[in-house]
Protein backbone atom coordinates (compact mmCIF):
# COMPACT_ATOMS: atom_id res chain seq x y z
CA UNK A 1 0.00 0.00 0.00
CA UNK A 2 2.78 2.54 1.03
CA UNK A 3 5.23 1.70 -1.34
CA UNK A 4 2.99 1.81 -4.24
CA UNK A 5 1.85 5.24 -3.13
CA UNK A 6 5.84 6.18 -3.34
CA UNK A 7 6.15 4.82 -6.48
CA UNK A 8 5.22 7.90 -9.07
CA UNK A 9 6.76 10.30 -6.71
CA UNK A 10 10.10 8.57 -6.79
CA UNK A 11 9.58 7.93 -10.86
CA UNK A 12 8.95 11.97 -11.18
CA UNK A 13 11.97 12.59 -9.09
CA UNK A 14 13.72 10.55 -11.28
CA UNK A 15 12.76 12.29 -14.47
CA UNK A 16 13.58 15.16 -12.58
CA UNK A 17 17.02 14.49 -12.31
CA UNK A 18 17.25 13.73 -15.89
CA UNK A 19 16.29 16.34 -17.04
CA UNK A 20 18.01 18.95 -14.84
CA UNK A 21 21.19 17.26 -15.25
CA UNK A 22 22.14 18.86 -19.31
CA UNK A 23 21.61 22.10 -17.81
CA UNK A 24 23.63 22.13 -14.75
CA UNK A 25 26.53 21.22 -16.80
CA UNK A 26 25.85 23.62 -19.51
CA UNK A 27 25.34 26.36 -17.20
CA UNK A 28 28.86 25.39 -15.15
CA UNK A 29 31.54 25.21 -17.78
CA UNK A 30 31.90 29.04 -19.21
CA UNK A 31 34.69 31.12 -20.98
CA UNK A 32 36.33 34.43 -19.88
CA UNK A 33 34.24 35.77 -23.30
CA UNK A 34 31.21 35.22 -21.06
CA UNK A 35 31.29 38.70 -19.08
CA UNK A 36 32.95 36.45 -15.95
CA UNK A 37 33.92 39.76 -13.87
CA UNK A 38 32.47 42.86 -13.47
CA UNK A 39 34.55 46.74 -14.56
CA UNK A 40 34.55 47.61 -11.11
CA UNK A 41 36.48 44.64 -10.32
CA UNK A 42 39.15 45.04 -12.85
CA UNK A 43 39.14 48.82 -11.45
CA UNK A 44 40.20 47.33 -8.39
CA UNK A 45 42.47 45.07 -10.05
CA UNK A 46 44.41 47.59 -11.93
CA UNK A 47 44.58 49.51 -8.53
CA UNK A 48 46.19 46.68 -6.77
CA UNK A 49 48.40 46.08 -10.03
CA UNK A 50 49.58 49.70 -9.79
CA UNK A 51 50.50 49.56 -6.18
CA UNK A 52 51.66 46.10 -5.76
CA UNK A 53 52.50 44.61 -8.96
CA UNK A 54 53.87 46.99 -11.32
CA UNK A 55 56.92 47.20 -9.34
CA UNK A 56 58.24 43.74 -11.27
CA UNK A 57 55.73 43.85 -13.87
CA UNK A 58 54.70 45.98 -17.29
CA UNK A 59 51.04 45.53 -18.45
CA UNK A 60 52.87 43.48 -21.47
CA UNK A 61 53.73 40.96 -18.87
CA UNK A 62 49.87 40.18 -18.50
CA UNK A 63 49.19 40.11 -22.19
CA UNK A 64 50.62 37.98 -25.45
CA UNK A 65 52.88 36.32 -23.40
CA UNK A 66 50.80 34.81 -20.36
CA UNK A 67 48.22 33.91 -22.96
CA UNK A 68 50.61 32.09 -24.71
CA UNK A 69 50.88 29.88 -21.71
CA UNK A 70 47.51 29.76 -20.38
CA UNK A 71 44.84 29.93 -23.20
CA UNK A 72 42.42 27.07 -22.71
CA UNK A 73 43.37 26.38 -19.37
CA UNK A 74 40.85 26.61 -16.95
CA UNK A 75 41.23 30.01 -14.60
CA UNK A 76 41.81 28.24 -11.37
CA UNK A 77 45.12 27.55 -12.59
CA UNK A 78 46.14 31.18 -13.00
CA UNK A 79 44.78 32.20 -10.20
CA UNK A 80 46.26 29.69 -8.01
CA UNK A 81 49.97 30.63 -9.39
CA UNK A 82 49.14 34.27 -9.06
CA UNK A 83 47.21 33.63 -5.19
CA UNK A 84 50.52 31.21 -3.97
CA UNK A 85 53.49 32.50 -5.87
CA UNK A 86 53.08 36.66 -6.45
CA UNK A 87 54.16 38.80 -5.51
CA UNK A 88 57.22 37.59 -5.27
CA UNK A 89 58.99 39.26 -2.42
CA UNK A 90 55.60 38.39 -0.54
CA UNK A 91 53.30 35.77 -1.85
CA UNK A 92 50.01 34.92 -0.66
CA UNK A 93 49.74 38.46 0.90
CA UNK A 94 46.61 39.82 -0.48
CA UNK A 95 43.33 38.81 0.28
CA UNK A 96 41.11 36.01 -2.14
CA UNK A 97 39.01 38.92 -3.07
CA UNK A 98 42.13 40.94 -4.23
CA UNK A 99 43.49 37.98 -6.62
CA UNK A 100 40.21 37.78 -8.02
CA UNK A 101 40.44 41.70 -8.49
CA UNK A 102 43.37 41.16 -10.17
CA UNK A 103 42.56 38.11 -12.34
CA UNK A 104 39.71 40.46 -13.32
CA UNK A 105 42.14 43.14 -14.69
CA UNK A 106 44.28 40.94 -16.42
CA UNK A 107 41.29 39.46 -17.90
CA UNK A 108 40.08 43.42 -19.06
CA UNK A 109 43.73 44.31 -20.72
CA UNK A 110 43.10 40.84 -22.92
CA UNK A 111 39.92 42.32 -24.20
CA UNK A 112 37.89 39.49 -22.26
CA UNK A 113 34.21 41.35 -21.53
CA UNK A 114 32.87 41.93 -18.22
CA UNK A 115 29.81 40.89 -17.42
CA UNK A 116 26.82 41.40 -14.29
CA UNK A 117 28.70 39.56 -11.52
CA UNK A 118 32.07 39.46 -10.08
CA UNK A 119 34.71 36.66 -10.11
CA UNK A 120 34.73 34.60 -7.53
CA UNK A 121 37.93 33.60 -6.01
CA UNK A 122 36.80 29.75 -5.27
CA UNK A 123 38.16 27.34 -6.67
CA UNK A 124 34.54 25.48 -7.63
CA UNK A 125 34.11 28.76 -9.67
CA UNK A 126 37.28 29.21 -10.86
CA UNK A 127 38.26 25.70 -12.33
CA UNK A 128 34.58 26.15 -14.43
CA UNK A 129 35.93 28.92 -16.37
CA UNK A 130 38.36 28.12 -19.42
CA UNK A 131 40.85 31.29 -20.28
CA UNK A 132 40.16 31.95 -24.22
CA UNK A 133 40.39 35.14 -25.77
CA UNK A 134 38.76 36.90 -29.29
CA UNK A 135 40.36 35.39 -32.40
C1 LIG B 1 59.17 41.46 -6.47
C2 LIG B 1 58.85 41.29 -7.86
C3 LIG B 1 57.47 40.80 -8.24
C4 LIG B 1 56.27 41.31 -7.81
C5 LIG B 1 56.01 42.44 -6.83
C6 LIG B 1 55.26 40.58 -8.53
N1 LIG B 1 55.83 39.67 -9.35
FE1 LIG B 1 54.87 38.39 -10.65
N2 LIG B 1 56.63 37.60 -11.22
C7 LIG B 1 57.87 37.99 -10.75
C8 LIG B 1 58.87 37.17 -11.37
C9 LIG B 1 60.38 37.31 -11.15
C10 LIG B 1 58.20 36.26 -12.20
C11 LIG B 1 58.78 35.15 -13.07
C12 LIG B 1 58.91 34.00 -12.13
C13 LIG B 1 58.81 32.71 -12.77
O1 LIG B 1 58.55 32.66 -13.98
O2 LIG B 1 58.95 31.73 -12.04
C14 LIG B 1 56.79 36.56 -12.10
C15 LIG B 1 55.81 35.90 -12.80
C16 LIG B 1 54.46 36.24 -12.78
C17 LIG B 1 53.44 35.64 -13.59
C18 LIG B 1 53.63 34.55 -14.61
C19 LIG B 1 53.30 33.23 -14.00
C20 LIG B 1 53.26 32.10 -14.99
O3 LIG B 1 53.59 31.00 -14.56
O4 LIG B 1 52.87 32.29 -16.14
C21 LIG B 1 52.28 36.26 -13.27
C22 LIG B 1 50.90 36.00 -13.86
C23 LIG B 1 52.57 37.23 -12.25
N3 LIG B 1 53.92 37.20 -11.96
C24 LIG B 1 51.63 38.04 -11.67
C25 LIG B 1 51.92 38.95 -10.66
C26 LIG B 1 50.89 39.73 -10.01
C27 LIG B 1 49.42 39.70 -10.35
C28 LIG B 1 51.52 40.49 -9.09
C29 LIG B 1 50.89 41.46 -8.11
C30 LIG B 1 50.00 40.87 -7.15
C31 LIG B 1 52.93 40.18 -9.16
N4 LIG B 1 53.14 39.24 -10.12
C32 LIG B 1 53.91 40.79 -8.39
C33 LIG B 1 58.13 39.01 -9.89
C34 LIG B 1 57.19 39.77 -9.21
Redesign the pocket.
Known amino acids: MRASFLKPAIGLLFAAALVSQPEVAAAQIRSTLDGVYTDEQARRGAQ??RD??S???YDE??TDV?MM??AEAPANA?YQ??ST?????NPGS?APEQYAD?LAY?FKVNGMPPGPKALEPTDEVLRNIIIRQKQ
Open positions: LNVCECHDFLSWLVIQMPEDLII
